[in-house]
């Protein structure tokens, strides 16, 4: 946020990883981030670079926001759902984790890779500063009205992976869900949703820019289950960064971004 303006100024285009520009309301920003914003101006001008969501204006951005990786992960996992209007918005649940490379790379005991081996956590269960972002997507899908969201973040002994296991409940048990998500993604390139009744895993999509997706009802009742699975290096940062600089360029969105996950 000390950067951007003049950057911008000089006309250079600025994709930025962090969480400067993600969240519109600067108060509500320094609330989770525990400092006051220095660039206010420039948070209004900022696209928030999720593709699947906001693409016609990444086109045209000088400045975007990219997105946070429990943010993405959970977002296109339960956006489809409330763009439909097909679930109560009021008591949805993201149940999310994350490797060790999601907290970066710090000097902290708690982050070593020794240190969270054989063990499994969750943390953050009173608040955690991505939780205003993703409810600021639900919330702009639901005609800006409020949506109920808790979110649950877990340390996983893996380096690198996102799971997110959305919960909701259906207005209509009638609907499709299936047909749902296909649909809202069938021209995404990177958003695989995969047949009924499967359970991705990180490993399907380490070190790829892809998010792959699943959908289930329990018993065929009214909750609704979504597994979203993604690389928090990729899809969750770095990649999707490349993504959206090829929209901003208009080059091949997928360019460069094609190879296969590193499977083992």
Not at 31 to 36: A, H, I, L, P, Q
Not at 50 to 72: D, H, M, S
Not at 74 to 97: N, Y
Not at 233 to 247: D, E, H, R, S
Request: with cysteine; proline share 5%.
């Amino acid at each position: 946020m000390e950067m951007a303006a003049q950057l911008v100024q000089a006309g250079v285009k600025v994709i930025d990883l962090g969480a400067d520009f993600r969240i519109k309301d600067t108060d509500e920003w320094s609330k989770w981030y525990g400092m006051e914003h220095t660039s206010k101006d420039m948070v209004e001008e900022a696209v928030y670079g999720l593709p699947e969501v906001n693409r016609e204006q990444i086109k045209t951005a000088k400045l975007i926001a990219n997105p946070g990786c429990y943010p993405t992960a959970s977002q296109l996992g339960l956006l489809p759902l409330v763009e439909a209007g097909i679930i109560e918005t009021d008591g949805i649940i993201a149940d999310c984790k994350s490797g060790v490379s999601g907290a970066g790379r710090q000097a902290k005991i708690g982050m070593l890779l020794c240190e969270t081996s054989e063990s499994f956590s969750a943390y953050g269960v009173p608040g955690h500063r991505h939780l205003p972002e993703i409810k600021q997507g639900l919330q702009n899908a639901n005609n800006g009205n409020e949506v109920g969201l808790t979110f649950v973040p877990h340390l996983t002994p893996m380096i690198r992976g996102i799971h997110a296991t959305l919960y909701a409940k259906l207005k209509d048990t009638s609907v499709d869900v299936q047909a749902l998500f296909e649909e809202r993604y069938k021209d995404e390139p990177f958003v695989d949703v995969l047949p009924a009744g499967s359970h991705p895993a990180t490993r399907n999509v380490k070190g790829s820019n892809f998010d792959q997706i699943a959908i289930h009802r329990p018993q065929g009742g009214d909750t609704v289950v979504i597994l979203s699975v993604i690389d928090n290096l990729v899809k969750g940062a770095a990649g999707q960064a490349v993504q959206n600089m090829n929209i901003m360029f208009g080059f091949e969105e997928t360019l460069g971004m094609t190879q296969p996950a590193m499977l083992p």
